[in-house]
């Protein structure tokens, strides 16, 4: 095993280069120095102390040593940016810091080496949470034209972590424009964000209605633009619409069908109401619900809607049917959502004194079973949620956290 510690082998690795380049430069002072242009510096020393100091974990004493060779030429600039950035994996960020700031306060830096120093300054000071700082470092190279494509994309992360949608939207848009990518799935949640904090501002449906309208208008394959909508719209009592709303889901990405049955099912419900005193045919027109979720039954195979159409059928009256379906489903298809809801339905089929100990005992145990699964996953890093995140957790990637299919899912 290698008593080096970990890392320091990189370390050394990145400082090769480096010895190479300052026994090249001392050998060129030393030469100027015999036609006496310049005095000798002991850049060689400076140099072996430095790999001294890290052989015997000094880093900090390391760092000095390096950064007195950094009396910069050329040569050396890449090595010290390898450097940094080694720091910077390793999550040591003041020493990733100290040295590329060193870096770009050289005047001797040309403007690429300043500006790809300064791209490095922003990602440490990102990683180390300076939000700040890290910003108007990327804005400068974004002003000036260097590194804009990587600059952006930082913004971005910048602007998602401080949940300013406004500038994330104008970011996203103008990289965009620069690579030719379309962003627009992104650009849709961050209305979308903007549509959800409305909503706790305690402004009106219509306000909502306006943002969520611009996130469809950024990308029209927006499940959360669908859902919010729909929501906002039982808000102000359009049924029909919500309704409208609900049901594009399925076309949009059936993934995310389950978010919209209930909604579903509840402006159904909402729709068959009759209204007080008034008996206008919008409000006590009949809708086919079971109909509906027989015809989407065929299309979409996920629990939700078995479970809906089981639940309509027990509300018309219709227990045995709806017992009997369920279990020609389950049979079908099996999912534990599917035997709690079954178990449900057959206790409270029983007078309660009836109530097997065994069906409670089952009922328990699905029900703890269920209590402690994920219902939602991360499709591009395997993230596992009780809730639905938008924007996952551990990967950050919008749009891939999904509820799971199967047994234990949907
Ligand atoms: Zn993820």
Redesign the pocket.
């Known amino acids: 095993m290698s008593i080096i510690p970990f890392g320091l082998e990189s370390l050394l690795l990145i400082l090769l280069p480096m010895a190479a380049a300052s026994g090249w430069y001392a050998a060129r002072r030393s030469h100027r120095n015999a036609a006496g242009i310049l005095p000798t510096k002991p850049v060689r020393a400076d140099y072996f102390k430095g790999i001294h100091y890290l052989l015997y974990e000094q880093p900090d004493k390391a760092i000095e040593s390096f950064i007195k060779i950094l009396e910069i030429e050329d040569e050396t600039v890449e090595t010290h940016l390898a450097l940094g950035n080694l720091y910077r994996r390793r999550g040591e960020m003041e020493r990733a810091i100290r040295i590329h700031q060193n870096l770009v306060i050289q005047s001797t830096l040309n403007s690429d080496q300043r500006h790809e120093a300064l791209l490095e300054l922003g990602q440490d000071y990102l990683t180390a949470g300076l939000l700040d700082r890290a910003e108007s470092l990327f804005q400068e190279l974004v002003g000036s034209g260097y590194h804009t494509v990587q600059a952006l994309r930082q913004l971005i992360e910048i602007y998602e972590q401080e949940k300013d949608w406004d500038k994330a939207i104008d970011s996203a848009r103008k990289l965009e424009e620069i690579t030719g990518n379309q962003l627009g799935g992104v650009i849709a949640h961050y209305y979308c964000e903007k549509a959800e904090q409305s909503l706790r501002d305690g402004n009106r449906n219509t306000v909502v209605l306006d943002t969520v309208r611009q996130a469809l208008d950024a990308h029209n394959g927006c499940v959360r633009a669908s859902l919010i909508e729909g929501d906002a719209l039982v808000g102000i009592g359009n049924l029909e619409q919500a309704f409208q709303a609900y049901r594009r889901v399925e076309t949009q990405d059936a993934d995310y069908l389950s978010e919209a049955i209930d909604r579903i099912y509840h402006c159904y419900r909402m729709l068959e109401k009759p209204t007080q005193g008034k008996t206008d045919d919008r409000t006590s027109k009949k809708h086919p619900i079971t109909e509906f979720f027989s015809a989407l039954l065929q299309r979409y195979t996920g629990v939700s809607v078995t479970l809906a159409l089981s639940e309509i059928k027990r509300q018309e009256g219709n227990e045995r049917e709806a017992l009997a379906f369920l279990t020609a489903k389950l049979r079908e298809r099996p999912s534990l959502r599917g035997y709690q809801k079954l178990l449900e339905m057959e206790l409270h089929r029983m007078p309660s004194d009836n109530a097997s100990d065994h069906s409670l005992i089952l009922k328990e145990l699905v029900e703890n079973l269920l209590k402690n699964r994920p219902i939602y996953q991360?499709r591009?890093?395997g993230?596992p949620a009780k809730l639905l995140h938008w924007q996952?957790p551990?990967?950050k990637?919008w749009s891939?956290v999904k509820p799971i299919q199967g047994v234990e899912g949907e």
Do not use: R, S
Request: hydrophobic share 10%.
């Open positions: 991360c591009h890093c993230f996952c551990g990967c990637n891939t």
